[in-house]
């Protein structure tokens, strides 16, 4: 709290650069890890990759975390977002408000961005059609702005109304980050495959289902957003169960009997 208040705007910025590209690298490191332990036992797709796609999410990768970064210094430098609330509660409210405000939001980009319209700025995004630990934030510039947007704006807004926790912010960016990079390995790690279960927080393959199919699946790490509007894949129960068995699906048009 005291850093930012009195950091330059370089240290502010090389700070920023550090926290981003560190919990990105950290959450690409466990994807990759959750890759190579689960590949043998709950590999999503056994589909090679498209030729150059690894290059092509790190680069796009690379690009994200520093306009990530810069963003973040931006509405720091700008004291756009006050922190003020401390404690455990502050934390928990304001970790809350967050994530059901990216839930909702991300639906509304992710739909918008498969629209006629700007789907051109999401098919940088779809060009990985079996997903990765770098797929999550290989994303076009255009779409890298909406996404930074969902995560500082609400923060900037609910502080204009109520202090908010520093605390619960970081814990929120952790694990949206994490459930960005790390969720679009190629494996299946959360053994939750009823839909009862899964309204908060969904498996893997929920996903990795919309980047083989190209639509429904939305939602980010929940699936309430889908589930009220109706574009849920009702057949990715029944993948999951074959997944989790050891069948990896060898064909991106894999289809339940749902």
């Given at each position: 709290m005291d850093f930012i208040a009195n950091a330059s705007a370089l240290q502010l910025g090389l700070a920023c650069l550090l926290v981003?590209?560190?919990?990105?690298?950290?959450?690409?490191?466990?994807?990759?890890?959750?890759?190579?332990?689960?590949?043998?036992?709950?590999?999503?797709?056994?589909?090679p990759l498209r030729d150059g796609q690894l290059r092509h999410e790190r680069l796009s990768y690379l690009r994200f975390v520093v306009l990530a970064a810069a963003s973040a210094t931006a509405?720091?430098?700008?004291?756009?977002?006050?922190?003020?609330?401390?404690?455990?509660?502050?934390?928990?409210?304001?970790?809350?408000?967050?994530?059901?405000?990216?839930?909702?939001?991300?639906?509304?980009?992710?739909?918008?961005?498969?629209?006629?319209?700007?789907?051109?700025?999401?098919?940088?995004?779809?060009?990985?059609?079996?997903?990765?630990?770098?797929?999550?934030?290989s994303l076009s510039v255009v779409e890298a702005l909406g996404w930074i947007a969902g995560v500082l704006i609400p923060p900037a807004l609910a502080s204009q109304v109520v202090p908010i926790s520093f605390?619960?912010?970081?814990?929120?960016?952790?694990?949206?980050?994490?459930?960005?990079?790390?969720?679009?390995?190629?494996?299946?790690?959360?053994?939750?495959?009823?839909?009862?279960?899964?309204?908060?927080?969904?498996p893997w393959l929920y996903h990795a289902l919309h980047h083989a199919r190209f639509k429904n699946n939305y939602s980010f790490a929940s699936t309430f957003m889908d589930r009220f509007c109706g574009t849920e894949w009702q057949d990715w129960p029944e993948l999951h169960e074959r997944v989790f068995r050891g069948e990896a699906m060898t064909r991106l048009n894999e289809r339940g009997e749902a």
């Open positions: 981003v590209g560190g919990v990105s690298l950290i959450s690409t490191g466990l994807g990759a890890m959750a890759e190579r332990a689960f590949s043998g036992s709950t590999q999503i797709w056994a589909v509405f720091l430098s700008l004291d756009w977002i006050e922190f003020g609330a401390v404690g455990p509660a502050a934390a928990a409210l304001t970790f809350a408000v967050q994530w059901t405000a990216f839930e909702i939001y991300y639906y509304g980009l992710h739909r918008a961005l498969h629209s006629q319209a700007l789907y051109r700025f999401h098919t940088h995004h779809h060009e990985s059609h079996v997903t990765t630990a770098w797929t999550g934030q605390d619960g912010f970081m814990i929120y960016f952790v694990a949206n980050t994490f459930v960005n990079v790390a969720g679009h390995a190629n494996v299946e790690v959360s053994p939750l495959n009823q839909r009862a279960l899964t309204w908060i927080v969904h």
